[in-house]
């Protein structure tokens, strides 16, 4: 009778642990996808309610810094895709031969200047500055492309560009200051050169500051602290590729749109052809979405 009593509790402790060990085995997506942290792309992946993203349960979302960190694991075999802006996506992949890019849109956006909402005035003059400049802007894109439109893209290294330097931030001084928040990492929009900055948003916020007879202080900083830090240690507007969205609307004003049409890529090995059969958006979400 013992012995039938401990063959029993045996069996019962037995199955415990299978069901144990069966709760604990890791159920995390194998496919990896590398996105920029705070941005639209990682929305996209891990779901965003108010921006109507539903999470992608097959993908683990691997977030970085930056693209280019991103692509650096891409090429390594330690992820296999990245998801993210598709001017951004070009020109990473003009700097690495051994990428290419899925050119179909797997979102639609449009890109504002974030502006403090207890300073109405100021953007009002922005949406003023953004429409009785629009032709200096475009001329602003157009050299960017050209810089841009080379085997080589956006080299910040070699960079020979407009080069703009940032004045230091002054509390004493705040009144004839622009203090501007971005993530200077995010070629061809704002990149560093050296101490100094370029880029096509930086470009713009230095026509807002001259406009406006401001002095131009930027400050470099995480993309998911950009928004946050607006009206917050003397920072007026964020110039960093932001999306237009309601969650970020809750937070700050944003200007009318500088760019329309911005949407998400999907950036892959040259060798990989997963994606080679697709001929349209809907393809490359239904592959996307059946990822294993």
Partial sequence: MKKLLSLVLAAIMLCGAAVAFSSCADNTPSVKIGVQQGTTGEAFLIGNADMGYE???????????????????????????????????????????????IDYALTKEDYGIGVDKNQKELLNSINKILKEKKAEIDAIYASYA???????????????????????????????????????????????????????????AKLIADE????????HMDFDSVVTSIGKNGVDIALAGLTINPAREKVVDFSDPYEEGVYQVIIAKKDNTTFDSCKSAEDVLAVLKDLK
Avoid: C, H, R
Avoid at 82 to 98: C, E, P, S
Avoid at 212 to 219: D, F, G, K, N, T
């Fill in 55 to 101: 999470k992608y349960e097959n993908v683990n979302a691997q977030s970085y810094e930056n693209g280019a960190l991103a692509v650096q694991d891409l090429i390594s075999g330690k992820i296999d895709y990245v998801v993210i802006d598709n001017a951004v996506a070009a020109d990473l992949v003009k700097n690495n031969a051994d990428i290419k890019m």
């Fill in 146 to 204: 050209e810089n841009s439109g080379n085997d080589d893209g956006v080299d910040e290294n070699e960079w020979t560009g407009n080069k703009i330097v940032s004045a230091k931030f002054d509390a004493d001084k705040k009144e004839t200051q622009l203090v501007v928040a971005t993530n200077a990492a995010f070629a061809p929009y704002e990149f560093k050169v050296g101490t100094a900055f370029a880029g096509i948003d930086m470009e713009i």
């Fill in 212 to 219: 406006l007879q401001l002095e131009l202080v930027i400050q």
